[in-house]
């Protein structure tokens, strides 16, 4: 495509779907038909790809995710269809000015982190790694909120990313789906003495599709993401608008249209649970319906599922599709409940997220049983059999069965999705290697004890693509002009750099790119947000969700003691490293304790940043919203990444995995994938602190009492005292004293125990920044070694162990 063509398509698009000309246009209009145009180099390639997929009933991959936190999609379209520069030069001939329009775009935010990120990674390496394959969610109205701050504290305000409409979406109303809650189970027998369920729902709504392409990278393949949208069904309106009450009818509407209305937040409270269930089924129920109907509902072509389809389940949110699927096979097409688990069973494999028990969904029998009776019926009949075999196998281990049974008596009885998604799955993998193990030795012990092969693991990846190749356009053609551009697609071929760590012109160049990368993310914050940071300062670099298992609390009391100690007149500031220290965090709006850490950040960072005693060495920097659009800047500038979780929480990490790629130093636990960062880059290229996970286990066991070290640390505990003075809430002591209190006497992640360790790695770490060169050269490592993080590689181990689906190349 000629940039001539371009601009003409550019202009049609314009008048003819918009209608409006350049001089009338609005930025959105402009916007709007820039994607058009570049979505129309798409099509074709998406047409074809699921006419070849459909004619070789290749196996197909559907990932069920109740998240996608996709990111700006104009970027990443360009570079796939590889008309960024015929684009950039069409607006400029045109006079646009092609980054402000590429600004307007609104992320759609549809997920609340690492686990939403990581299934938009998955389907960019499925489509790049022409595997047949479809994602499958949710099209929620709203997003993760957009976060602000008043008076440092959070606020959340609704995102209403389709407030001007998406241009990426092919919506599909004629194609929905009806799904169908409530109401009562009736039984009978048949002929040949089988039990038929007959269920009567007392409501339903329909399931709009809406298609997105997933291109894939150095190919011609494109994908399809498919986002569920819930609409009030016409009769169900009709009925209500006949008997007049059109009050009652555009509430029956609203009921209904909830359902895709709010991404839920993690960890939030318990009321509108209901409505997280009701979003959990009913994308799960029209993604099998649509995919079922794909490979044909009689008895051969269901018997053919396991062949044609694998569902993977992206944590516990979707499991609900295993009882739907004995559902449909069982009381729809009459298959024999042996066959149709058999079915099941092939179908689905679950993919654990997380190793908090608290994190583990569990659904109250009354709550399940009252919005999906049969699916509870059919949960207690696979409980029963499940029982009835282990019974068998370790006969007169009664508090065995009690344990692994799919339902918890105790507090409240409730199904525990956990055990549904293992005993319904092949295979259940972990997200890195320490994780995996963990969740065999711990979580789950007593199925993998029962079922040894049915564990394994997949450590996650990002994509180059998204997190490298656009991100770090500096970088990007540094790399290309040292090995080549094949590393895009194949990111081992990164291994090639190493002997370049030893080049001191290239190391040089490395570090004037990323002096670039930090100048250019100065100026953004500048912008965004008002902020002002120094490109000369270590960037230190804290971005993921707040949680207190991560402990953006160590990050802090780290600042705070440094403060503490100048305040004291412990060192000269002047010889303070010049540091800012960048946080990025959502907390979720119920997670009170998260909010009072961000609260407090933010009132630490008031004050140091405005004390000249400090001369601006030492600062924090927390913008608002952080979101898949700021780290695309922010992870490129980064010196240090902080990944500090207590080690045994966090289940893999994946921000670890972008900052290593991009050449930041981690200094990190041996918690998730950090250990096996750390092994692939080296430990001499890693800063490593902290209790491990059995020394953790250990001292938890032993009574573990976090105002000890509070008594036995002064650095610590000046810290401690500063916050507790009111020194960050104008003198009001009682201001920060839950975050206070908590340390001192319910320290659940061990921050106070790891302090030291952790204060001791950042000072090696300051001297060993104190030597750019040395620094650089542990940071092109990095990079070098960090290939093995391509969510490619993930998505090929997904293939090797668990999907065996083959690429089905275009022509
Ligand atoms: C996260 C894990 O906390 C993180 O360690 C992991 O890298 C990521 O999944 C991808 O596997 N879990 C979540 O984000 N969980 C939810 C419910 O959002």
Not at 85 to 102: E, I, N, V, W
Not at 138 to 148: A, D, L, N, S, V
Request: include cysteine; hydrophobic fraction near 45%.
């Amino acid at each position: 495509m000629t940039v001539e063509t371009f601009s003409s398509d550019f202009i049609a698009r314009l008048r003819h779907s918009r209608g409006v000309d350049l001089e009338t246009a609005s930025q959105n209009d402009l916007y709007s038909a820039l994607a058009w145009t570049v979505r129309k180099n798409l099509i074709d390639r998406w047409l074809e790809t699921k006419k070849t997929q459909a004619a070789q009933k290749a196996k197909v991959v559907a990932y069920l995710s109740a998240e996608y936190l996709l990111g700006a999609q104009l970027n990443n379209m360009l570079l796939a269809s590889g008309l960024e520069q015929t684009a950039r030069d069409a607006m400029a001939s045109l006079g646009l000015d092609f980054d402000k329009l590429a600004s307007v775009e609104v992320e759609p935010g549809l997920g609340n982190g690492g686990l939403g990120r990581l299934a938009a990674c998955f389907v960019d390496s499925l489509a790049t790694l022409d595997i047949p394959a479809i994602g499958y969610g949710i099209r929620y109205q709203h997003g993760i909120f957009r976060q602000t701050f008043v008076d440092g504290r959070q606020a959340e305000q609704p995102d209403n990313w389709l407030e001007l409409g998406s241009p990426w979406e092919l919506p599909h109303p004629e194609a929905s789906v009806t799904v169908r809650f409530g109401g009562s189970v009736a039984h009978a027998t048949s002929a040949t003495g089988e039990d038929v369920a007959t269920w009567t729902p007392s409501w339903e709504v329909e399931a709009v599709p809406y298609n997105y392409l997933v291109p894939g990278y150095g190919t011609a393949n494109v994908n399809s993401l498919r986002l569920w949208s819930a609409r009030a069904t016409q009769s169900f309106d009709l009925q209500i608008f006949n008997s007049g009450d059109y009050e009652a009818a555009v509430r029956a509407q609203t009921f209904a249209e909830n359902i895709s209305q709010v991404l839920y937040p993690e960890d939030s409270t318990p009321q509108g649970k209901e409505l997280r269930l009701q979003q959990q089924y009913f994308f799960v129920a029209a993604s099998l319906r649509d995919m079922i109907e794909q490979v044909g509902t009689s008895l051969d072509a269901l018997r053919t599922l396991p062949e044609r389809v694998v569902f993977q389940l992206n944590d516990t949110h979707p499991v609900i599709a295993i009882p739907e699927l004995m559902r449909l096979l069982v009381d729809e097409y009459s298959v024999a409940w042996d066959e149709a688990w058999d079915i099941t069973r092939s179908v689905f494999n679950y993919t654990c997220h997380t190793l908090l028990p608290e994190a583990l969904e569990v659904w109250p029998v009354e709550l399940l049983g009252r919005l999906l009776p049969r699916h509870m019926e059919i949960i207690f009949r696979i409980n029963d059999d499940f029982i009835a075999e282990l019974r068998e196998q370790r006969p007169h281990d009664e508090l065995l069965v009690r344990r692994m049974s799919i339902i918890q008596e105790q507090p409240l009885r409730a199904v525990r999705m956990a055990h549904l998604a293992t005993i319904g799955s092949t295979k259940v993998n972990g997200v890195a290697a320490l994780h995996s193990e963990l969740l065999k030795d711990k979580v789950l012990v007593d199925f993998s004890n029962l079922w040894p092969g049915k564990f394994t693991n997949v450590t996650n990846g990002v994509t180059p693509r998204r997190f490298v190749k656009l991100a770090n356009p500096g970088l990007s053609s540094l790399i290309d002009e040292a090995i080549g551009t094949g590393w895009v697609k194949d990111l081992s071929e990164l291994r090639q750099l190493e002997p370049l760590a030893e080049d001191a012109e290239f190391r040089a160049r490395f570090r004037d790119v990323k002096y670039a990368n930090k100048v250019r993310f100065a100026k953004v914050l500048q912008e965004r947000d008002g902020i002002e940071v120094s490109p000369d300062a270590i960037f230190d670099v804290m971005v993921k969700r707040l949680h207190e298992y991560k402990r953006q609390m160590l990050k802090l009391l780290h600042v705070v003691s440094l403060y503490d100690r100048v305040l004291k007149g412990d060192f000269d500031p002047t010889t303070l490293t010049k540091r800012v220290v960048l946080f990025g965090a959502k907390a979720a709006p119920g997670y009170l304790m998260a909010k009072e850490i961000i609260a407090l950040i933010n009132a630490v960072g008031k004050t140091i940043n405005s004390d000249p005693r400090l001369d601006g060495r030492l600062r924090i920097a927390f913008p608002a919203n952080y979101n898949v659009t700021l780290a695309e800047k922010l992870i490129p500038a980064a010196d240090v990444s902080e990944q500090i979780s207590l080690a045994g929480k966090e289940a893999s990490g994946t921000g670890n995995m972008k900052f290593a790629l991009n050449g930041a130093l981690t200094i990190g636990t041996l918690d998730g994938a950090n250990v096996e960062i750390r092994e692939l880059v080296g430990e001499d290229n890693f800063f490593l602190f902290g209790l491990t996970e059995p020394e953790v286990e250990q001292l938890q066991s032993a009574g573990y009492q976090s105002a000890k070290y509070y008594e036995s640390n002064p650095a610590l505990r000046g810290a401690i005292d500063l916050i507790a003075s009111g020194a960050f809430s104008n003198g009001d002591r009682s201001a920060f004293e839950r975050v206070v209190s908590d340390l001192l006497w319910h320290d659940r992640f061990l921050v106070l125990a790891d302090f030291e360790s952790y204060i001791e790695a950042q000072s090696t770490l300051e001297s060993a920044y104190a030597d750019q060169d040395a620094w650089s050269r542990a940071a092109v490592l990095n990079v070098a070694r960090s290939g093995f993080f391509s969510s490619d590689r993930s998505i090929r181990d997904y293939l090797d162990r668990i999907w065996h689906a083959p690429a089905v190349p275009l022509r």
